[in-house]
């Protein structure tokens, strides 16, 4: 029992060891890049700019940031809401 112990504890250890590894080979730009996104809507145009180090996780950002704006705090039919979901989900990059 105690060598099994003792080999779930190795185990452990290895896989933890591991995926703290694993973590620091991923790469990430070191600097952070301004990305522009802009989405319309009917006649209404909503532009915002983003600081990140990768376009996803500017591009996720921006799309919240959409959502909040068009919306604006109202309760929204289910119609409206996937139409604002629609326009957030597919910006022009610039």
């Not at 112990?5 to 694993?22: E, H």
């Not at 700019?49 to 919240?64: D, T, V």
Request: proline content about 1%.
């Amino acid at each position: 029992m105690k060598r099994i112990a003792i080999v779930l504890g190795l185990t452990l250890v290895l896989i933890l060891g591991l995926s703290i590894q694993a973590k620091a080979w991923v790469s990430h730009d070191a600097s952070e890049k301004l990305y522009s996104f802009k989405y319309r809507m009917q006649n209404e145009t909503f532009e915002v700019s983003q600081k990140s180090g990768s376009y996803e996780e500017a591009f996720e950002r921006a799309a919240k940031a959409c959502y909040r704006h068009f919306k604006a705090g109202r309760r929204l039919s289910e119609d409206r809401g996937l139409d604002i979901i629609d326009v957030c989900a597919n910006p022009r990059t610039t």
